[in-house]
């Protein structure tokens, strides 16, 4: 028995890395405070060089806390080798990230997305955001060119009512 609620326990462990991040930049203030109260170019320069990677990290980490999973689908999200396997019982399969040819988001009835990856000769694979280990396709999607951040994001907060492709093979 865990003294603990399960969904506190699972909450904090999805904010935990934009926590110790925004942390690390809480660390940088002082280091650059004290860089200016005591005129010392070590510490200015421990400091600008610790927000410049915590203020990095920390938006990295809000992206994953948006596109992240919270575990509440079921089926597992798995990149092995540039290829995506999605195991679950109903909408299973796998796509090669060099079949793909459209990656889209679609949004659900319940308030959240799935991933549609299209590939030639294929039904079109969808995962749920929410899935486990969905976290790690922006990491496989990286390795495609020309696919931008900023385009999930605007795809995210467009409207929620049609699926948005996000990139298409050139």
Known sequence: MSIFRSDAVIALKRWLEPL????????????????VARPSWVYFGLGLALAGVGSSLLYFALIRLRFGSNGEVVGIVEVRERSIVYFSPHLGGDVSLDALSKIAISPTRAGSYNWVLYAPEQRPLIIPFASEGADKLLHAFSAL??????????????DRNVMHVVWQRP
């Open 20 to 35: 110790l991040t925004a942390f690390v930049l809480l660390l940088a203030a002082r280091l650059l405070w004290l860089g």
């Open 145 to 158: 060119p020309e696919l931008s951040l900023e385009r999930l994001t605007r795809a995210l907060k467009a």
